[in-house]
């Protein structure tokens, strides 16, 4: 048996929340009753009721959700502390929204307990995903793993799928690594992982696009090519795969 945290980021979700609380504590155990799951919500920087929902849940239900807050916002900041204080075998991490259909869960999971992978990433561009949302965003986001792939010759297909789980030795390398504390994490992680030989797993996804997100596009954009900038010509940190 393997112990599985799932990090919720969070920040002003006081309505989406409980949502997403529901049906996990519902889907975990129903489909990994053989692995010790817990719910981390990583609030960073609400200022709505969200923090004391997450509370509220962990009262309730200790030992299957827990509650963190930092007073800064960043999405990054919050994974780095919520990954680097678990003691669990796989730390994870998904979107509130629950855009990713949960059924690709279990497989990254398995992906990391069962097949020795260091890294597992949900894809929504891999052969078989199946994804709904805008011309426009699905054209950002080809153009954007299309420079990746041109910039650092990576394998893997989607960047920034919110949908990711590591093992939590490799997550004790891989994170302190990582400059970023914002959105640009994730493709950090993901490319100091690859080029340093870390295994890393695709898992095709069913994504639909939440129309309320709070991704702001330009903003966003110009911080990952920044990122990139920084990573191509800066250099990737030289660390090792905990083997």
């Known amino acids: 048996m393997a112990s599985v945290d799932i990090v919720i980021p969070v920040l002003n979700e006081e309505r989406a929340l409980p949502g997403c609380l529901d049906a996990l504590l519902d889907f975990l155990p129903r489909e990994l009753p053989e692995h010790r799951c817990r719910v981390v919500v990583a609030d960073n920087g609400s200022t709505d009721a969200t923090l004391a929902v997450a509370e509220r849940y962990a009262a309730e239900r200790p030992g299957a959700v827990a509650a963190i807050h930092l007073d800064q916002r960043g999405r990054g900041r919050a994974l780095?502390?919520?990954?680097?204080?678990?003691?669990?075998?796989?730390?994870?991490?998904?979107?509130?929204?629950?855009?990713?259909?949960?059924?690709?869960?279990?497989?990254?999971?398995?992906?990391i307990v069962d097949d020795g992978y260091d890294v597992a990433t949900g894809?929504?561009?891999?052969?078989?995903?199946?994804?709904?949302?805008s011309l426009k965003r699905e054209f950002i986001s080809r153009c954007y793993n299309l420079l990746i792939k041109?910039?650092?010759?990576?394998?893997?297909?989607?960047?920034?799928?919110?949908?990711?789980?590591?093992?939590g030795a490799a997550a004790r390398v891989l994170v302190p690594a990582v400059v970023n504390n914002h959105w640009f994490f994730d493709t950090e992680l993901l490319i100091i992982a690859e080029k340093r030989g870390f295994r890393v797993f695709d898992q095709p996804v069913r994504w639909e696009e939440d129309t309320d997100t709070r991704v702001k596009i330009a903003s966003t954009v110009t911080e990952d090519l920044r990122g990139l900038a920084r990573l191509?010509?800066?250099?990737?940190?030289?660390?090792?795969?905990?083997r």
């Open 80 to 111: 780095r502390r919520a990954w680097l204080e678990s003691d669990a075998d796989v730390v994870s991490y998904m979107d509130v929204d629950l855009s990713t259909g949960l059924e690709a869960f279990p497989p990254l999971v398995a992906a």
């Open 123 to 133: 894809s929504r561009l891999a052969r078989g995903a199946q994804t709904t949302r």
């Open 150 to 167: 041109a910039f650092f010759r990576t394998r893997f297909s989607d960047a920034q799928c919110g949908f990711k789980a590591l093992s």
């Open 232 to 242: 191509r010509f800066g250099g990737i940190p030289n660390i090792r795969p905990p």
